[in-house]
């Protein structure tokens, strides 16, 4: 199993560029997140998925769309970035135990930066 | 809101010290409790986990026990080594939200 996959590894854009951030897992979990890292503040969820066709917005969404197609796939859009966007993204799977989500699995996370 | 606070760092430690890293939470409701680390250039990897009250989660010679009378869920180790030396981040998942505090990093020297 490859886990979570995370593409690019690194992404430079200009202000007001548009961008999809990739992520893939093949564990066929339901549960999909995307957090960005900036320092000092730890993980901030931006959106997450409970399973195909269905999203919901987490602690910071805006600037952020999300989709969920397949079980597989949960790509993060950025439709006109910003510098405030920059930071490290990280994308991760889960699935349900005893009721509730348990382990996070990370993929290896997007370096992005916004001139 | 939900949300973790944990201790800031840096924690520098010599080798073979004892390692306490403090979390406190807010949650409605009965949250499972997370230890996460995260090593350069990587992603977080689980460390270990509680999802009851009076649970002890333990891995690689950490524990943390989850208190819901104060609200807490201190990271410990009786004996660091220079390989434990990472970003600790204390998390919560309540409601389908998973919620992290800031981190803690842990220098420790031989």
């Known amino acids: 199993n490859a886990g979570v996959t995370q593409t690019p590894k690194f992404q430079v854009l200009k202000t007001g560029q548009s961008m999809t951030l990739q992520c893939a897992q093949d564990m066929n979990h339901e549960y999909m997140s995307w957090y960005r890292q900036d320092p000092g503040m730890g993980l901030r969820l931006i959106h997450y998925?409970?399973?195909?066709?269905?999203?919901d917005q987490g602690e910071v969404p805006n600037g952020y769309n999300v989709s969920r197609s397949t079980t597989e796939d949960f790509p993060l859009r950025l439709l006109s970035a910003a510098p405030s966007q920059t930071s490290v993204y990280f994308c991760a799977s889960s699935h349900k135990l005893g009721g509730s989500y348990n382990e996070q699995f990370f993929g290896p996370g997007t370096r992005l930066t916004v001139l | 809101g939900d949300s973790v606070t944990q201790m800031e760092g840096p924690v520098t430690l010599s080798e073979e010290a004892c390692l306490t890293i403090n979390c406190t939470y807010t949650a409605t409701g009965y949250p499972s409790l997370f230890w996460y680390v995260q090593y350069p250039g990587e992603g977080l990897q689980l460390l270990l986990k509680?999802?009851?009250?009076?649970d002890k989660g333990s891995n690689k010679g950490f524990e943390a026990t989850y208190r819901k009378e104060t609200t807490s869920f201190h990271l410990e180790k009786g004996s660091v080594q220079v390989s434990d030396s990472a970003v600790y981040f204390c998390?919560?998942?309540?409601?389908?939200?998973?919620?992290f505090g800031s981190g803690t990093k842990l220098n420790v020297k031989p």
């Open positions: 509680a999802t009851k009250a009076d």
């Open positions: 998390a919560l998942n309540n409601f389908n939200k998973f919620y």
């Open positions: 998925s409970v399973g195909a066709g269905i999203t």
